[in-house]
């Protein structure tokens, strides 16, 4: 027989559930026994699903009302001192505040940081550290939940190493080295342990993911440290590894007193050799064998092909489960209505990845046969992915075959752009721009929905739009910004609007996966060859541009951004999904060129959250990622400019490779790091225009003409007059238009001070000051 288990389900529900509860909680709708409740139908309806799929081990401790690390600094006691209360007692509003900053029976206070789950789109919230940090059992949560599964099949908890949780965490406060808090921990771990066991839980599972990064030395000996230290007798752990290959950390894993390791057979597959000569041979294997990053339905044949020979060696040692926790998917594919057959046919959701499982592990036990009709169908699948015609289209991978060096080359090198741009575009020196987005407002949200439902008109609701558009364009004409923007607000999300226009997307009904709290996402999906059968945003910019005789800026979202907020196709390297959607949003960029655009941003806010997990996968990546977001850029006359825009602050390690894509200019975050970013340029000197924001759009405070212009004053002090730009560092869609019109009035002003101080000065006068 081959055991099979799951590392973690989808918290949300399938119609978000989890979401609608917790959001009426907060708004107090709903009593904190009445959350309770729902949160145990929501846990039942995911044991029962996973148990009738077949898993012989079910996941508890995977649920939560936001976010799973945030449940180990419950679990453990690591509450900020802002979270404390005077009587001590910690709860699920003290939970709630933390990553909040507030809840229905808590105080007010600065929200713990947020942040990304390694290479996911998921966001986790940091655990911070203090200097006398000290842990102990706060909560009851996790015991309860193990229990109330335990109604369901055999139960399996789940928590996050304490290597990794002090890895993610931060130090908050102080200066001190994280890992001298690993003896205190070790002893709350083991009081965890001891309690599973004494409820008779044979297995626990402990994630411990960061065994897949670059780990320093001291962090690897910490692995050792910790877990010969932690006493397992009575419970059996699972060491859970995810998200890439631990090869590099064999000869620790294996020294470590667990009883088994689950390993990525799906982003790493060739680490299995090395695991099953090394591994002792008492040790469990579970391999990952179906992703759970994706939502493509599994070869099982393909797959079959290469467990065989492994279950052969390790028979009964061998355990199958999807690569990591199912969290990164939706739910259920048998809730979408849209999906013709043959569509429908390449997709497994969260269910249908445990019945994947489930397949393979019976087909091992029992023989190919025993499974003949659905490895058939499987296969029929298979065969249309890999044949389709709406999936391939020979004329786009001709040309991306076909792309030269000059694809991703302007006709001149920067310099001389520059000055043709310069002459062309008449800005005064220190330009004012936005990143884009004006306020969505109510008015716009409703537009969309009633067009929606058929509620309105195409025409009345493009009429809101333009509408929109004109205010948008008054309003910054108003406060005499030199490049305008048109607002975007024509666009529900950034990534969404271009993957409804591109060929080789589709969208599910239902495909909701948590993003962040009660916040979910429905990501695109990239099936096949990507094409752009018409002009997707021309329009709308060049009716902005009839507006104003001011430059008016064409936006749009660049490749890898695409491609990092959707589920992208697996059956090729994502390099040439990029190089595909780089060629569409090329000819779009020529198109706003011949409209009259003349200065066209392309964003790339997930640049840096792509980046590979591993050092040693960074360079292939920046080759394609630069390459792709320059075929989309070089279209154009060296006249138009290019502009592009980053989000979060980490550059400082990349400013070469961002340098390379060869913008005329870029926006980046920058202000809520106090130009912290500018560090970076010490040591590089960006050749290119760039406007480091100056005012923290993720804020609701206003900071002064008279802060920024300081701001911009430490700019001038890496990078010359005339290539600053002055700009917010972000879009401004989820604010106010009140607080933007104040925060741009200001922000103006600071540019023209500015403007005033620097007359005549060349930059080493400036640098002099
Ligand atoms: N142009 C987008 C906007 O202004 C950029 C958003 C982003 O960087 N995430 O909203
Ligand atoms: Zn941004």
Known sequence: MVTTHNLGFPRIGLNREMKKSVEAYWRGEINHSQLEQHGKEIRAKNWQLQANAGMDWIPAGDFSWYDHVLEMSLLFGIIPPRFQRKDNTIDQDTFFCMARGSAPNGAQAHPCEMTKWFNTNYHYIVPEFQAEQDFFLACDQLFQQVLEAKQHGQVKPVILGPISLLWLGKVKDADFDKLTLLPKLIKVYQEVLEKLQ????QWVQIDEPILVLDLPAEWKVAFRQCYQKLNFSGINCLLATYFGSIEDKLD???????????????????????????????????????????????????????????????????????????????????????????????????????????????????????????????????????????????????????ATKADSQRNQPFAERAKIQRQHLALPEFPTTTI???????????????????????????????????LVVKEQEQLDIDVLVHGEPERNDMVEYFGEQLTGFTTSDNGWVQSYGSRCVKPPIIFGDVSRPKPMTVEWSRYAQSLTKRPMKGMLTGPVTILSWSFVRDDQPRSETAMQVAFALRDEV???????????????????????????????????????????????????????????????????????????????????????????????????????GVYDIHSPRIPSAKEMEDLLNKALQYIPIERLWVNPDCGLKTRGWKEVKIALTNMVQAAKALRQSCKGKSKHEVTAN
Not at 445 to 456: F, H, T, V
Request: net charge neutral; with cysteine; proline share 4%.
């Open 252 to 402: 620790i894993i294996c020294d470590l007193p667990v009883q088994g390791l689950h390993i990525d057979f799906c982003s790493a597959p060739e680490q299995i050799e090395k695991v099953i000569n090394q591994l002792p041979k008492d040790k469990i294997v579970s391999l990952g064998v179906v992703s759970g990053r994706n939502i493509w339905r599994a070869d099982l044949t393909s797959i079959l092909d290469k467990l065989e020979p492994i279950y052969k060696r390790l028979g009964d040692r061998l355990w199958l489960a999807p690569s990591c926790s199912l969290l990164h998917v939706p739910v259920d594919l048998d809730a979408e209505k849209s999906f013709d057959q043959e569509t429908r046919s390449w997709f497994a959701f969260a269910k249908q990845k445990l019945d994947e499982v489930k397949l393979l592990a019976k087909a091992l036990a029992n023989g190919r046969d025993s499974v003949a009709a659905e490895l058939k169908q499987n296969q029929a699948a298979a065969a249309s992915r890999r044949t389709s015609t709406r999936i391939h289209n020979p004329a786009v991978k001709q040309r991306v075959k076909a």
């Open 198 to 201: 004494r409820r008779s839980n």
């Open 590 to 692: 020529k198109d706003l060129e011949t409209a009259g655009i003349h200065v066209i941003q392309i964003d790339e806010p997930a640049f840096r959250e792509y980046m590979p997990l591993c050092r040693r996968d960074w360079q292939a990546y920046f080759d394609w990622a630069v390459d792709s977001f320059r075929i989309s850029a070089s279209g154009v006359s060296d006249k138009t400019q290019i502009h592009t825009h980053m989000c979060y602050s980490e550059f400082n390690a990349i400013m070469d490779v961002i340098a390379a894509l060869d913008a005329d200019v870029i926006t980046l975050e920058s202000s809520r790091s106090d130009m912290e970013l500018l560090e970076a340029f010490k040591s590089f000197s960006y050749p290119n225009d760039i406007g480091p």
């Open 436 to 470: 884009g987005s004006f306020p969505q407002t109510n008015e716009l949200r409703s537009a969309r929905a009633a067009l929606r439902k058929g509620q309105i008109t195409q025409a009345d609701y493009d009429k809101t739009i333009r509408e929109e558009i004109a």
